[in-house]
């Protein structure tokens, strides 16, 4: 079956660390997304590609970098990790279209130290 | 800034009630409004949508009510059951989504 994976699922950094986490579908969607949650502000948009090679800034994209090589994996990087960036990171992707459903991934828990 | 704003944060419900979650929006482009149902330990999945040209949408015991005039909309869960407790979030969209805070929801037997 189809799906979208994160990994790790939990991971604990320091602070000043670079941090990459993987984000991996198999629906060959166009669309790949990467959010934030925490408590009280929803989720927040941080990247998102609509293919490949295509990366754009989201709402809070200050600290975090992505890269789109192939239609499959859209990875997250922290350049510097710092504690305000402890969260859950969740990434998602969509078909193509501007409203087409988002399927998001199991999500990953980070803290800095 | 928050463009969408949902409340409440967080409502208790006994089993067979109605949860009501209410969401505003400010910006007028949005033309798609999508409900997200989170369990714990999980990522969020789509429940029900709706689009500004309509303004009720029904799914099994989920509705949405959409005031275009207001810029608001709404989840209304009928008959609640405690496997409704979960998180809900209201999204707008303009090709991409904005999110609100967040309802939590619990469901008592």
């Known amino acids: 079956d189809a799906e979208i994976t994160q990994s790790p699922r939990h991971k604990i950094t320091e602070t000043g660390r670079q941090v990459t986490l993987a984000c991996h579908q198999t629906w060959n969607h166009n669309n790949m997304f990467w959010y934030r949650q925490d408590l009280g502000h929803g989720l927040r948009l941080i990247h998102y590609?609509?293919?490949?090679?295509?990366?754009n800034k989201g709402e809070v994209s200050d600290g975090y970098s992505v890269s789109r090589s192939n239609t499959e994996d859209l990875p997250l990087t922290l350049e510097s990790a710092a504690s305000s960036q402890t969260s859950v990171y969740f990434c998602?992707?969509?078909?193509?279209?501007?409203?087409?459903?988002?399927?998001f991934g199991p999500g990953t828990r980070l803290t800095v130290l | 800034q928050q463009q969408v704003k949902q409340s409440p944060q967080s409502l208790i419900v006994q089993k067979g009630g109605i949860s009501i979650i209410n969401c505003a929006y400010e910006n007028t482009a949005f033309d798609y409004f999508p409900w997200y149902q989170q369990f714990p330990g999980k990522g969020p999945a789509l429940l029900i949508a709706?689009?500004?040209?309509?303004s009720e949408k029904k799914e099994g015991r989920f509705t949405i009510s959409f005031n275009k005039s207001a810029k608001q909309f709404s989840l209304h869960i009928m008959d609640s059951q405690p496997g409704d407790s979960a998180t809900y979030f209201c999204?707008?969209?303009?090709?991409?989504?904005?999110f609100g805070g967040g309802t939590r929801v619990l469901v008592k037997p």
């Open positions: 590609s609509y293919g490949v090679h295509d990366t």
């Open positions: 998602a992707s969509s078909r193509g279209g501007p409203d087409d459903e988002q399927f």
């Open positions: 999204a707008a969209s303009m090709w991409k989504l904005t």
């Open positions: 709706i689009r500004p040209d309509v």
